[in-house]
């Protein structure tokens, strides 16, 4: 069935779930894509666990501080700023991403609910402190560039990104907030994710649980199951922007 944008025009309250794909036209890689996804380079159990930081701190702070750069240099995309208009045009929505860059901030959305957290507020590994330093130098000529992490003021231990590691928990505020705005909404768009990660992955599935419509938006046609599920198939740049004129003119 077709998606009828007047559906957007009418929802109450939107929730939009995003994922590394709406990201992926500012240039920043996705995790899974075939060829250009991180996962196809970078293993995640030397990068993407506490135990890899255990094992290896420098190779881990140093790789996730030349994300961060890249993120730095990148500008939103018209996804992203579609999303910030949604939210002058509808009478409530929630933001809940799963992406750890502040693109949605600086494209003008007032409120992100960050799943796994974000590349821009380290931590310290040991007493879980923020860490207030200076941002590192620029000095990695090279993504991927070994980098000795700083040390926190606080207990010397060492500082760490501030995303959400495989087996670490979701900030459990931030998780319960996602959650009952998905048990809530009455239309969801899910943006650019492959909804492979847990448990970031059942918010789409409360939602249509709870009789809410969800809109996939992905290149990749996705699987519908349930009658008010929808599949849009193509770049969320170029979607998402139509999407909200075809609604709102
Ligand atoms: C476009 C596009 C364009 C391209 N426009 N679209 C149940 C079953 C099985 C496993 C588990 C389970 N429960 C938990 C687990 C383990 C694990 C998990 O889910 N593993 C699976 C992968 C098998 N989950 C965890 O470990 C989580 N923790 C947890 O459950 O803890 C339990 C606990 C409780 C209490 C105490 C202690 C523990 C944590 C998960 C953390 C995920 N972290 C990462 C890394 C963050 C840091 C970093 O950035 O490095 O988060 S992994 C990575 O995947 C990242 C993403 O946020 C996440 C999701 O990826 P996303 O966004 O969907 O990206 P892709 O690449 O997968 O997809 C991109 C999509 O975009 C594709 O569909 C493209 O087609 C599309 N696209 N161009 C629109 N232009
Ligand atoms: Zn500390």
Redesign the pocket.
Known sequence: MEFDPQYLARARHLVVF?????S??SGIP????ALS???EQFD?AQ??TPQAFRADPALVWGW?EG?RLKVLEAQPNP?HLAIAELARRVPRLTLIT???DDLHERAGSPSVLH???S?HTPICFACQRPWRGEPAAPVLAEHGSRLEPPRCSGCNGKIR?G????????PPAVLKAAFKAAGDCDLLLS???????????QIPQLALQQGARVVH????PQECHAPQEYSLT????Q?LPQLVQRAFT
């Open positions: 995003t994922g590394a794909g709406v992926a036209e996705t995790f899974r894509d996804g991180l996962w995640p990068l993407a996730y994300r996804a799963q992406n750890v799943l796994h957290g590349l990104p995303v959400v590691w495989f087996g670490e928990a979701l943006v650019g994710t492959s909804g492979l990660v847990q448990p970031a992955a938006i992905n290149p990749q193509g770049p969320a740049g979607l």
